[in-house]
């Protein structure tokens, strides 16, 4: 089974706080998602990377940033977090880039900004 | 631009009642793929199906049954005889495996609430 882990169900962090949500898949899986859900408007894309050290903007990339040093983490970074970034954070994961290949959810971390 | 409508926000049924919910795609790609995730209160989202463009026969997978029609643009989803555990937010998805990428456009859910 696939399995993707996100280092922590919930968070509570402070405006202007440099976060980290970090995310972990043990398929060996080149693909990786990370996505904002919020009421009403369902799940976004934020970043995602198809390989080590690359990354692509999804459809709301402001304010966040993204690491990938080895191919089975990928992180998630608000380097200066704000209210408006409380949300729920999903990562997933998908085989490789070679056929539309199905995303692999974590159990996402749920992100208050103070 | 790729669209995915549920136009069901809420739905609460009974237990044991049938429950259709309904997915509207929108594209221009003559290959593409369909996904339902499930999410449970626990927020995980959890895989149920995915289904390409050129197979549009119907599926079936114990209690759960998907119909999937080009010519309405629809991938419905029924659950029959419900029970308290489908309680969840429902996601349908749409991806595009010509643009290059991995993207998967997801609609708003549908949050199912069965009732004992």
């Known amino acids: 089974d696939v399995k993707v882990t996100q280092s922590s169900r919930y968070l509570v962090k402070r405006t202007g706080e440099k976060v980290f949500l970090e995310c972990v898949q043990d398929?060996?899986?080149?693909?990786m998602f990370w996505y904002r859900q919020d009421p009403g408007l369902g799940l976004r894309l934020i970043y995602f990377?198809?390989?080590?050290?690359?990354?692509e903007k999804g459809d709301i990339p402001e304010g966040y940033s993204v690491s990938r040093e080895k191919k089975e983490r990928f992180s998630l970074i608000l380097e200066s977090a704000s209210t408006n970034q409380t949300s729920m954070y999903l990562c997933?994961?998908?085989?490789?880039?070679?056929?539309?290949?199905?995303?692999?959810f974590g159990p996402g971390t749920r992100l208050t900004v103070l | 631009a790729q669209k995915v409508t549920q136009a069901q926000t809420e739905i609460s049924v009974v237990e044991k009642e049938d429950v259709t919910l309904d997915c509207v795609y929108e594209?221009?790609?003559?290959?593409?793929?369909l996904f339902w995730y499930k999410q449970p209160p626990s927020g995980e989202l959890v895989f149920l199906i995915r289904?390409?463009?050129?197979?549009?026969q119907n599926e079936i997978s114990g209690r759960y049954s998907w119909n999937f029609q080009k010519s309405t643009s629809s991938f419905n989803f029924t659950i029959t005889a419900s029970q308290v555990v489908d309680s969840a937010v429902y996601f349908c998805?749409?991806?595009?495996?010509?643009?290059?990428?991995?993207?998967?456009?997801f609609g708003k859910g549908t949050k199912l609430t069965v009732n004992p």
């Open positions: 997933a994961s998908s085989m490789d880039r070679t056929s539309t290949d199905t995303q692999y």
């Open positions: 398929m060996d899986h080149e693909n």
């Open positions: 990377s198809y390989d080590v050290k690359m990354k």
């Open positions: 594209t221009r790609d003559t290959t593409y793929y």
């Open positions: 289904r390409n463009s050129f197979d549009e």
């Open positions: 998805a749409l991806s595009d495996p010509q643009g290059g990428s991995e993207k998967l456009v």
